[in-house]
């Protein structure tokens, strides 16, 4: 079993910035590797950015390149993303993820990853 819980969500003007964290705890081999995901309303869920074990291996989607920045500190299970330059269009609930597999690498597609977060509300204004 794994829990994840997200923190650090909340309203910001556009161009502003926020970092989100996740704390994972229970069976931390399957946290290997950690994702990032967001749900617009009315929007299917997409893939934020991705790490793996070693933080060298990273994925971040087009639409966020060059403004977020995924990281980890290990030895406290956490993963952050940290969100510049926000946008309104990055409005949504932001979920982090973890596979059911201990991978090593970073996995990016939704249905390799089985548990999930309660998700975080971040709201940009304009």
């Known amino acids: 079993q794994v829990q994840l819980v997200e923190s650090g969500g909340g309203l910001v003007q556009a161009g502003g910035s926020l970092r989100l964290s996740c704390a994972a705890s229970g069976r931390t081999s399957e946290t290997y590797a950690m994702g990032w995901f967001r749900q617009a309303p009315g929007k299917e869920r997409e893939i934020v950015a991705a790490i793996g074990w070693n933080g060298g291996r990273t994925h971040v989607a087009d639409s966020v390149k060059g403004r977020f920045t995924i990281s980890r500190v290990n030895a406290k299970n956490t993963v952050f993303l940290q969100m510049n330059s926000l946008k309104p269009e990055d409005t949504a609930v932001y979920y982090c993820?973890?596979?059911?597999?201990?991978?090593?690498?970073?996995?990016?597609?939704?249905?390799?990853?089985?548990?999930w977060g309660q998700g975080t509300q971040v709201t940009v204004s304009s």
């Open positions: 993820a973890a596979p059911g597999r201990p991978y090593t690498a970073y996995r990016a597609e939704y249905s390799e990853y089985e548990y």
